[in-house]
C-alpha cells in the first residue's frame, strides 16, 4: 500500500514557476513508477509527466514538454514535477500517482494523492 500527498499548488502569474511535491509513505516507493496527472474543470484527467523507478527515464506530454521536469529523491520517497514559464491553460488541479508501469494513461497507475490546486493569471 502507498499513500500519496500532494503539495506545492497556488496562484501564479503568467510565465511564473512552480514546484510540487508528491511525498509518499510505504518502504516501496522507490519500486514503483511515478506519474503527473492534472485536470482541469469540465475535462478529463490527462496526462503531465512520468519518471520510472530509477529516475533515468522520464517521459512528457507535448503540451509541457520543454517547460516541465520531473524528478524523484527515492531517499526521502518524494517525486517533484518543477513547472517553468506557466501559462494560464496549465490551470488544473494536479495529481501524483504511482504504480508497475511507465505509463501515459491512468489505468496501470494503483494509487492516487488527493489533488493540489495550480492556477496560472494571465
Known amino acids: 500500500q502507498v499513500q500519496l500527498a500532494e503539495s506545492g499548488g497556488g496562484l501564479v502569474q503568467a510565465g511564473g514557476s512552480l514546484r510540487l511535491s508528491c511525498a509518499a509513505s510505504?518502504?516501496?516507493?522507490?519500486?514503483?513508477?511515478m506519474g503527473w496527472f492534472r485536470q482541469a474543470p469540465g475535462k478529463e484527467r490527462e496526462f503531465v509527466a512520468t519518471?520510472?523507478?530509477?529516475?533515468?527515464?522520464?517521459y512528457y506530454a507535448d503540451s509541457v514538454k520543454g517547460r516541465f521536469s520531473i524528478s524523484r529523491d527515492n531517499a526521502k520517497n518524494t517525486v517533484y514535477l518543477q513547472m517553468n514559464s506557466l501559462k494560464p491553460d496549465d490551470t488544473a488541479v494536479y495529481y501524483c500517482?504511482?504504480?508497475?508501469?511507465?505509463?501515459?494513461?491512468?489505468?496501470?497507475?494503483?494509487?492516487w494523492g488527493q489533488g493540489t490546486q495550480v492556477t496560472v493569471s494571465s
Open positions: 519518471i520510472d523507478w530509477s529516475g533515468f527515464s522520464t
Open positions: 500517482a504511482a504504480g508497475p508501469q511507465f505509463a501515459i494513461v491512468t489505468t496501470p497507475y494503483a494509487y
Open positions: 510505504g518502504r516501496t516507493f522507490s519500486s514503483y513508477c
